[in-house]
């Protein structure tokens, strides 16, 4: 069973940056969907960001748009989410997910990232604080 590992989490004052990755152990991304969905504590999942490792294309929530930014290396076999210009309300546990063959279509999977039911695998999740 293909397991993703996330890491890159960590404490951080408003303003700063921080990287997570996300790799597949024994799996090599083709055409699959790849993405990132959050959850802070007394709040819903919800979808950060997506990609489809096949033709690249990405989306994101309105709430993150023009601060992170979803990526790949095919070489290393890893998907990257860099946060920039954080706010203490990105403040979640971070989990990368998986739809592979991307089943559903590339938009179809990032409007589905909060629904475990729609997923075929998710990490462990890394924490992201970020103080004021």
Same mark, same amino acid.
């Given at each position: 069973?293909?397991?993703?590992?996330?890491? %890159? %989490?960590?404490?951080?004052?408003?303003?700063?940056?921080?990287?997570?990755?996300?790799?597949?152990?024994?799996?090599?991304?083709?055409?699959?969907?790849?993405?990132?969905?959050?959850?802070?504590?007394? &709040?819903?999942?919800?979808?950060?960001?997506?990609?489809?490792?096949?033709?690249?294309?990405?989306?994101?929530?309105?709430?993150?748009?023009?601060?992170?930014?979803?990526?790949?290396?095919?070489?290393?076999?890893?998907?990257?989410?860099?946060?920039?210009?954080? &706010?203490?309300?990105?403040?979640?546990?971070?989990?990368?997910?998986?739809?592979? %063959?991307? &089943?559903?279509?590339?938009?179809?999977?990032?409007?589905?990232?909060?629904?475990?039911?729609?997923?075929?695998?998710? %990490?462990?999740?890394?924490?992201?604080?970020?103080?004021?």
């Amino acid at each position: 069973q293909v397991q993703l590992v996330e890491s %890159g %989490g960590g404490s951080v004052q408003a303003g700063g940056s921080l990287r997570l990755s996300c790799a597949a152990s024994g799996y090599t991304y083709n055409r699959d969907c790849m993405g990132w969905f959050r959850q802070a504590p007394g &709040k819903q999942r919800e979808g950060v960001a997506a990609i489809y490792t096949g033709a690249g294309s990405t989306y994101y929530a309105d709430s993150v748009k023009g601060r992170f930014t979803i990526s790949q290396d095919n070489a290393k076999n890893t998907v990257y989410l860099q946060m920039n210009s954080l &706010k203490p309300e990105d403040t979640a546990m971070y989990y990368c997910a998986a739809d592979w %063959g991307c &089943k559903r279509g590339d938009y179809d999977f990032f409007r589905a990232l909060g629904d475990l039911d729609a997923l075929d695998a998710w %990490g462990q999740g890394t924490l992201v604080t970020v103080s004021s």
